[in-house]
């Protein structure tokens, strides 16, 4: 089997799909490309039988054939080339494949591709499409919010719940949780997954640049994303997700509307000072100035910062996690934020003040308890 292709389109593609292979993965293949070559189409596959990658380009190719390539070897060949056809000859009886540049030969082991695990197709499906921005946002906006907790399996992935009038993405980790709602994007057939991080992380880095169509299809175990050429399947999340709705406090009735590069970078410059473990800021509102302080009893380090804000409610103060807040807001693009609060013991919420009419972001943190220092 014999196929000539452009050095850098083939790194490019390589480089699309290479993410989602582990290091030490369970099965040794699948340190592996699968080559598939049908009627001048290269198809190249790379899985970690959790998520998987597809991606077709057109080569120049005489005869059919397959071949698991090893991955790490060839992505450094590519890279160290310039730009220039290559020629891939694979002897299909002992595996081994010869890459013939314009001044160079290189040999490398190949394996056999029936070894190389199935990838699931769509049987008894749904499918919904939502544009590449819209689910490039959903991804950002609720991603962070994602835990690390394998014991807590439903909260390592993003939720996701189509209805006939629009659809939620929302992660947690406990802490904080993160809601984001399109009006724009909505199913008839109704549907909720748990879509893992990694795969999601993969699929934000895939995402073309230029706005275009994403087919979502999906099954009960598995969900499928086509654009551009590329195909990706992941496993879902088989748990139930935390019923978020009821950890969101409904009377809210002290509000803060503040700059939010203003509150980030006075943020950023507390939490320097607060305990390395708690990472504990304490914001104080009276009247129209809020006081963001912090402190280190440990090393008698403490710092305060007096900003002007926009506040209607009664006087309060309420402690945080600096590090979750700094996050959250470096992850809004909005010039202003609104934060609600009930109780001191009780979650804040976070929402942008200008954002798309289509869109509806809100976060949410826990507070955490404070001592009694003097700000």
Do not use: W
């Not at 890279?79 to 299909?92: A, G, K, M």
């Not at 962070?144 to 399996?153: G, H, I, V």
């Amino acid at each position: 089997m014999k196929f000539i292709v452009s050095s850098s389109y083939l790194l490019k593609q390589l480089a699309a799909i290479n993410g989602v292979i582990t290091t030490n993965p369970v099965v040794p293949i699948l340190e592996n490309f699968l080559f598939e070559i049908a009627d001048g189409k290269l198809t190249i596959t790379a899985s970690d039988l959790q998520t998987s990658i597809i991606t077709e380009l057109e080569v120049e190719a005489k005869e059919n054939g397959n071949i698991a390539v090893p991955s790490k070897i060839l992505l450094e060949t590519l890279r160290n080339l310039p730009e220039q056809p290559v020629t891939f000859s694979i002897d299909e009886n002992t595996y081994s494949i010869e890459i013939n540049s314009d001044n160079g030969r290189y040999k490398l082991s190949g394996e056999n591709a029936t070894d190389f695990p199935k990838v699931p197709t769509v049987s008894d499906g749904s499918a919904v499409n939502i544009s590449s921005h819209v689910l490039g946002n959903a991804i950002n906006n609720t991603i962070l919010a994602t835990s690390n907790d394998e014991l807590r399996p439903a909260m390592t992935g993003v939720y996701l719940n189509l209805s006939d009038t629009n659809t939620t993405f929302v992660a947690t980790d406990g802490h904080r949780l993160i809601r984001y709602r399109r009006v724009d994007i909505a199913s008839d057939a109704g549907a909720s997954m748990i879509i893992p991080r990694k795969a999601l992380t993969l699929l934000r880095t895939t995402l073309p640049s230029a706005n275009t169509n994403v087919n979502v299809e999906y099954n009960v175990s598995n969900a499928f994303f086509k654009f551009d050429g590329i195909r990706m399947v992941c496993r879902l999340i088989d748990e139930r997700f935390p019923d978020y709705e009821n950890v969101i406090p409904s009377n809210n009735e002290n509000a803060m509307t503040i700059d939010r590069l203003e509150l980030l970078g006075s943020l950023k410059r507390i939490a320097i000072y607060a305990n390395k473990t708690t990472h504990q800021v304490r914001l104080k509102i009276a009247g129209s100035e809020l006081v963001i302080s912090s402190e280190d009893l440990d090393f008698s380090n403490e710092a305060n910062e007096r900003l002007s804000c926009d506040h209607d409610g009664g006087d309060i103060e309420i402690g945080f996690n600096g590090k979750f807040l700094i996050e959250m807001l470096a992850n809004i693009d909005a010039t202003q934020v609104t934060m609600k609060f009930s109780e001191p013991n009780k979650a804040g919420l976070i929402f942008p003040v200008d954002s798309d009419e289509n869109e509806d972001l809100l976060m949410l943190v826990m507070p955490v308890m404070l001592s009694n220092y003097s700000s």
